[in-house]
């Protein structure tokens, strides 16, 4: 192996600590020491690498959000019918976010502290995202009015990926099952985009 991908593994495995650590204590409990005892490596490489605990933590959050733009492309994918790119990409975004449910709604929690990633993810969904999804929902709909269409996004969102970050509180403390996110959306969907 050599050096440059030693280090490309190496930061790799830093990031990666540093995203289950901010998963499983939170951002404020994070510090540069856990990570590199979890990483296994040392305070001096995490600092040579990253320079300091917001950079190492927007790094994490940059490439962590970089996950979720890239289902975007399969909005892209017009050999498929609209409806079944919708589909599939609410269903590749809710499988990161059942990958870190926790992780998402501390980045959700955050308020007023946003990283510059956070930052950079908002502008993604703002000039690219939200049109990708757009583009499809007047497909299927033939809605051309912008806020409407806005506010559907909104309201796929929430009905497809609220269960997603509540999955273990509704499951463990409410008793609650939920059904499968290809249930949900089948269900969604045969509501929200029957002929009138």
């Known amino acids: 192996m050599s050096q440059a991908d030693k280090n490309t593994e190496t930061k790799a495995k830093i990031l990666q600590s540093?995203?289950?650590?901010?998963?499983?204590?939170?951002?404020?409990?994070?510090?540069?020491?856990?990570i590199a005892a979890d990483s296994g490596t040392n305070v001096a490489l995490v600092n040579y690498y990253?320079?300091?605990?917001?950079?190492?933590?927007?790094?994490?959050?940059?490439?962590?959000?970089?996950?979720?733009?890239a289902t975007f492309d399969?909005?892209?994918n017009t050999s498929l019918l609209p409806q079944?790119?919708?589909?599939?990409?609410?269903?590749?975004?809710?499988?990161?976010?059942q990958q870190y449910p926790e992780l998402v709604s501390r980045i959700f929690s955050l308020g007023g502290a946003v990283f510059t990633s956070q930052?950079?993810?908002?502008?993604?969904?703002?000039?690219?995202?939200?049109?990708?999804?757009?583009?499809?929902?007047?497909?299927i709909t033939h809605e051309e009015n912008h806020?409407?269409?806005?506010?559907?996004?909104?309201q796929l969102f929430?009905?497809?990926?609220?269960?997603?970050?509540?999955?273990?509180?509704?499951?463990?403390?409410?008793?609650?099952e939920i059904a499968s996110v290809e249930q949900q959306i089948d269900l969604l969907f045969a509501r929200y985009f029957h002929e009138k």
């Open 147 to 154: 806020e409407v269409l806005m506010m559907m996004i909104m």
């Open 74 to 76: 399969i909005l892209d």
């Open 84 to 97: 079944e790119r919708l589909k599939q990409f609410l269903m590749s975004y809710v499988q990161i976010i």
């Open 50 to 69: 990253f320079g300091s605990k917001d950079r190492l933590i927007n790094e994490a959050l940059s490439a962590f959000l970089g996950s979720f733009t």
């Open 18 to 34: 540093t995203l289950d650590l901010i998963k499983m204590e939170g951002f404020e409990s994070v510090t540069v020491r856990k």
């Open 119 to 139: 930052y950079e993810y908002g502008q993604f969904l703002k000039s690219i995202g939200f049109v990708k999804i757009e583009r499809v929902l007047k497909e």
């Open 158 to 176: 929430g009905a497809i990926f609220l269960p997603a970050l509540l999955k273990s509180i509704l499951s463990t403390g409410a008793g609650i």
